[in-house]
């Protein structure tokens, strides 16, 4: 039996390069899948594309009537939400913090942070009438060390690893799981192609060659992670923190050169 056949899954962002593939995993592992994007036209293209087990809602994640409306469609669809994931997220153009505006400051951090705050809030409840779930943010490496010029980012995604550790502690007895992603540089359009305001693409400053794994991360290293989590498997881990970034944080390898 698939891990998810009697699952119904929300992924925020669900429309981009990790966000489809993660609906498209748990679809294949035979769950109902919900896509929350802003993404109209991809939104209702990804779920024709896989049929009655996948409805598209218009999600955006900063706001909270929109949280509410989707995940009262998801009930209405399929009669309960058993697990959320909250990956949508916007990444800000480099500048310093001193040359960093406000307005540029309140979006990263409404999408990035309070964007997956109301989704806790939002899709608690419904997870608790469930009988329980798992919820599990996609953060980032950014959020576990100082990144230069990426302010909003690297606070937004710090602040998603406290907020999922309280989240823990507050809905584990209610049978609800709630654990972090850390993706490294992935090969999406979110890292190949300039944040809005930006000269040039995250991977034009990135070389992986000189670690552990020599390549950049693809989707499905961060999809196959997700779908544990969100699984059975890991029903006794809760508030963790997974890093999935082929040795980034560990530095440099060590070359073999007698290999």
Do not use: C
Request: glycine share 12%.
């Amino acid at each position: 039996m698939s891990r998810f056949t009697t699952q119904t899954v929300l992924v925020t962002g669900g429309t981009g390069g990790q966000g489809a593939s993660h609906v498209r995993a748990f679809h294949a592992e035979g769950a109902n899948v919900v896509i929350g994007d802003i993404d109209a036209e991809r939104g209702a293209a990804l779920a024709g594309e896989l049929g009655d087990k996948a409805l598209f809602v218009r999600l955006d994640v900063a706001d909270e009537k929109s949280w509410a409306a989707a995940v009262a469609a998801t009930e209405e669809a399929f009669g309960a939400l058993t697990v959320l994931v909250n990956n949508a997220g916007v990444q800000n153009p480099p500048a310093l913090i001193e040359s960093t505006d406000r307005a540029t400051w309140a979006r990263i951090l409404d999408i990035n942070l309070t964007g997956t705050f109301l989704g806790i809030k939002t899709a608690a409840p419904a997870l608790r009438r469930a009988g329980g779930g798992a919820i599990v943010n996609i953060a980032s490496t950014m959020g576990t060390g100082g990144t230069a010029f990426y302010a909003p980012y690297v606070a937004s995604k710090w602040a998603v690893r406290g907020l999922t550790q309280t989240a823990a502690l507050e809905l584990g007895r209610d049978n609800i799981r709630v654990n972090t992603i850390h993706p490294g540089v992935v090969a999406t359009a979110f890292i190949t192609e300039p944040a809005a305001g930006a000269d040039a693409p995250i991977a034009d400053f990135y070389d992986p060659e000189p670690f552990a794994v020599p390549r950049l991360g693809q989707p499905a290293d961060i999809t196959a992670t997700l779908l544990f989590l969100a699984s059975p498997h890991a029903a006794f881990i809760t508030g963790a923190e997974h890093i999935v970034d082929g040795g980034l944080l560990l530095g440099p390898a060590l070359k073999n050169e007698a290999a």
